[in-house]
């Protein structure tokens, strides 16, 4: 009996020790995996290193430092853990500075995640003196997919009673507060339903950096079923932004997508069976065995053109390893201007399409202060909207909130792009009833309902918008004990408010590199890009290739849906795309195609060498930017040729020569790599910014835009509207048409006075 004992609790220690030594694996900063090999009984240890990720508060979401303010002072940010990773160590390093009025014993800090108190801070004397630092070890069971972080402040300035907004009680969190956590991958099933995770994880906000793998030489047809699939992740990745290395015959470290065909294929997929149809599949990566990759397959060309295209529509209903696409039906050319990112212009737009829940139009009080947390509304409008001589676009405003104590400084303040527009004063309820006699209404909470018309001024307008709605409603302080309570204060936007779009015409002066940088415009004009081509070099490179995925995903960001009828050409069959807009990778032989059309381009770079059409201040300013005191200088009858070294990149805009009204962008460089800072500074918010004009020179951080030629305009416009708005370019002409109108009318007066007299003269007397 004693032996048996002895044996059970020797079977039960060792079990012990192994979930320790488990346990304790899991915080280092690497795991093994053992993996079974074929060679006789030897098997062999792969190192899977974990990923460190340092993320500030700016990061997710706290554009400013935090500010906690009153007696329960409350800020709240959204973190993501990808689904492919777990959190095996938090280390929180806090930045932050307190009121120098709160009491430490009553006042303390707490921070929670995912509603779990992790640590309370105390104030003490010693931490009011000043800015603090303070590192913290967070527990990891805690961090799930989605995860919350909540910062508290509980404030008293007093031991007896207080006012709960007093100006001494607050705290202020640095955003540049950071958060480190140790991630350590882990292998997913292959199963389809899981996409399109883990190639691209809304859990994560970064750059979608996406492989994408093809055989040595693609074919033309391989890169355009490759295309549309980058504009579906880009439309995916939203506000992330895109990426998509190419990879030629190698594999890419983790995730990557290939596209194959039976003929044309990567030499580690030699011995991968041939598909007899459009095929969708998973497959382990062959060398990291956290890795996966997503198959695109197909018999031939076509074949494989339809299972991108299926998978970028949705209409495979994909679960397991491996689908294979019998029919597929192609949805009707889109109209112009219908993207679903876009607000349609002939229409009010209800406000409750705008967001993804009716509750993100709504506030509720947390107490940090008088001031709601504002509601933010994103817009974006077609680039080309003609709004000169408009005053604004109507909005009609609906809502409701808890009625402040007395009339004051409550009011409902309007924003666009950080632009203030108007402040709305809120009223008090000032509503009287009978004695003894309730009404409960039906469906009513109490809040007063109140409209209001807002006219957003035109200029404050772009193809990105931002609608800020920020409610203040402070408590009142009523003397001695008496404040009202600020904890149940509420505020609403009706969904069925509306931004009126319905009298504006599409026209606009092209080239305008604004458009395409923050809108993906003129191409975008169709959803589908079915008006657009795309010209690559005959033999393009990585690079090419890479920005032709980088760009499409950046038109589909815009849009919401996939580019899926846009024509890919090389440089020798430019002539078969007379009647579309042209987008044009330059960085390699497309370079003698864009020399080919001579004065049509404001700007042509070649290695050693950058040729300028000639503009006064245009000029003066690629003087100061390639230090021409260093540089030799000529000057001919086509422009001023920069001879000089170095990297630079432009995207340059121009009428198309091939057809009138048709516009061409084309992403050119001295270097195919300098390439890469072009599509770096499409994705960067910053930067975004200063791209404009008809010529933007990219050289490493900095970004310079010029306006060389002369515009041209596309749309349509009333003929009355089409005479006035280009007349008013010629003040001169204009006078003179006046005069003469002027004079005309003087004269048909003056024959008709003079008819008139002559009639009077030639009566009888009577």
């Known amino acids: 009996m004693i032996t048996d004992l002895n044996k059970s609790f020797v079977l039960f220690a060792a079990l012990y020790l192994s979930f320790a030594s488990l346990s304790l694996a899991a915080q280092t900063n690497a795991h093994l995996l053992v993996q079974k090999t074929e060679v006789g009984t030897k098997t062999e240890a792969v190192t899977i290193p974990s990923r460190q990720s340092v993320i500030t508060m700016k990061d997710i979401g706290a554009s400013r430092p935090i500010e906690l303010r009153g007696v329960n ?108 956590l140790n991630l350590q991958p882990i292998a997913l099933r292959n199963d389809l339903a899981l996409l399109p995770a883990p190639f691209f994880d809304q859990r994560d906000n970064r750059l979608l950096n996406l492989p994408f793998v093809f055989a040595a030489k693609p074919s033309l047809d391989s890169l355009r079923a490759a295309g549309g699939l980058a504009s579906w992740f880009g439309a995916l990745a939203s506000y992330r932004g895109t ?151 109507p909005l009609d405003l609906k809502y409701r909130y808890t009625p402040p104590a007395e009339q004051g400084d409550a009011s409902l303040r309007v924003d666009i792009n950080d632009q203030f527009i108007e402040a709305i004063p809120l009223l008090p309820s000032t509503g009287t009833r009978e004695k003894n006699r309730l009404i409960l209404p039906i469906l009513d909470d109490g809040s007063l309902r109140e409209q209001r018309g807002v006219v957003i001024p035109a200029f404050h307008l772009g193809s990105n918008n931002q609608l800020q709605l920020s409610f203040s409603i402070p408590s009142s302080d009523n003397g001695r004990c008496k404040s009202s309570p600020q904890g149940n204060m509420r505020a609403a936007i009706d969904p069925d408010s509306t931004l009126d779009l319905s009298h504006f015409y599409h026209y606009a002066a092209m080239p305008n590199l604004a458009f395409f940088a923050n809108s993906g415009f003129p191409f975008t004009k169709y959803a589908d890009l079915a008006e657009t081509a795309i010209v690559i070099p005959d033999q393009p490179n990585a690079f090419d290739m890479e920005a032709m995925f980088a760009l499409l995903g950046h038109m589909g960001r815009s849009t919401g849906v996939a580019a899926l009828h846009f024509k890919l050409i090389q440089t020798k069959s430019v002539q078969d795309a007379k009647n579309s807009d042209l987008l044009v990778i330059a960085s390699g032989a ?177």
């Open 590 to 766: 497309n370079k003698d195609l864009l020399a080919s059309w001579g004065k049509s381009i404001p700007a042509l770079l070649e290695e050693g060498s950058r040729t300028f059409t000639p503009l006064g201040k245009a000029m003066n300013m690629a003087y100061d930017w390639f230090g021409l005191s260093e540089n030799k200088t000529v000057k001919t009858g086509a422009g001023t040729i920069l001879l000089g070294s170095g990297p630079l990149a432009a995207i340059i805009g121009f009428e198309s020569p091939l057809s009138p009204s048709r516009s061409v962008v084309a992403m050119t460089s001295t270097t195919p790599a300098a390439l890469t800072s072009a599509l770096e500074a499409l994705s960067d918010g910053g930067k975004v910014q200063y791209i404009r004009g008809d010529v933007a020179l990219i050289r490493g951080e900095n970004i310079e835009s010029f306006r060389v030629n002369d515009v041209y305009y596309v749309g349509e416009l009333p003929w009355w509207r089409w005479i006035w708005f280009h007349l008013h370019h010629h003040p001169l002409f204009l006078t003179a048409i006046g005069i003469a109108i002027g004079i005309f009318v003087a004269l048909l007066a003056f024959g008709a006075l003079r008819n008139l007299a002559a009639r009077r003269l030639g009566q009888p007397k009577k």
């Open 243 to 393: 990426r998509f290395p190419t990879y030629l015959n190698r594999l890419p470290e983790r995730y990557g997508v290939v596209f194959a065909t039976n003929d044309e294929r990567p030499e580690f997929l030699a011995k991968y069976p041939n598909v007899d149809a459009p095929t969708i599949s998973l497959m382990q990566h062959p060398e990291n065995p956290t890795g996966k990759l997503l198959l695109i397959l197909g018999r031939n060309s076509a074949d494989l053109q339809l299972a991108a295209d299926a998978l970028a529509l949705g209409k495979a209903a994909m679960t397991g390893t491996s689908t294979t696409v019998k029919t597929l039906e192609y949805p009707a050319r889109r109209v112009a201007y219908d993207a679903p990112n876009w607000l349609q212009s002939g229409r009010p737009i209800p406000l409750g399409q705008l967001v993804n829940n009716p509750a993100d139009l709504q506030r509720q009080s947390q107490g940090q202060g008088p001031t709601l947390e504002p509601i933010l509304i994103n817009a974006r409008l077609p680039a080309d909207l003609f709004t000169w001589e408009v005053k604004g676009v």
């Open 73 to 180: 002072g409350n800020a709240y940010l959204s973190l993501g853990v990808r689904l492919d990773e777990v959190v095996t160590k938090a280390r929180l390093h806090l930045t932050y500075t307190l009121s120098p009025a709160l009491l430490p014993t009553l006042s303390h800090l707490k921070i929670y995640l995912n509603d779990e108190v992790l640590v309370t801070l105390p104030v003490t004397k010693e931490s009011l003196a000043g800015p603090q630092k303070l590192d913290l070890d967070l527990d990891p069971r805690f961090f799930i997919d989605y995860n919350k972080l909540h910062l508290q402040l509980i404030g008293h300035y007093t031991n007896d009673c207080e006012f709960p907004l007093h100006s001494s009680l607050w705290a202020s969190i640095s955003n540049m507060s950071k958060l480190e």
